[in-house]
């Protein structure tokens, strides 16, 4: 399993907890070859396919050098809209990160997405 510096993962975690509140539902730390769920709220199930999310959230490691260059300007994070709720991913440094949440204003995403990406770039690269 992946495991982000354990200082690292409290940042991470609280970083997330300051940003969303109690909307929070998980926090996941992948790689490129590993996947590690450092936080899921006590209401919810463990029943998350982890290595499924971890796939599908992995593109987002090639997605940075597609959209590099571009008119864009520099990639900065994902939001997923679900029926229940929203995955964010923000990936930095070799290392990523996403996060569920409850419903929430749009400007909270943004501020979540940055102080993640803060501690994620932090990391040593991998």
Not at 28 to 53: H, I, M, N
């Amino acid at each position: 399993m992946a495991h982000p510096p354990d200082e690292r993962a409290e940042e991470l975690l609280s970083a997330a907890r300051t940003a969303t509140g109690d909307e929070l539902r998980s926090l996941t730390y992948f790689t490129e070859d590993d996947v590690e769920q450092l936080y899921l709220r006590s209401d919810l199930s463990r029943t998350a396919d982890l290595v499924g999310f971890a796939e599908s959230e992995r593109h987002g490691f090639h997605a940075q050098s597609l959209y590099a260059d571009t008119q864009l300007g520099d990639y900065r994070f994902t939001v997923r809209v679900f029926e229940n709720g929203y995955l964010t991913r923000v990936i930095n440094n070799g290392h990523g990160v996403w996060v569920t949440t409850d419903s929430m204003d749009i400007d909270r995403f943004e501020e979540l997405a940055s102080a993640l990406a803060s501690i994620l770039r932090s990391f040593d690269p991998a």
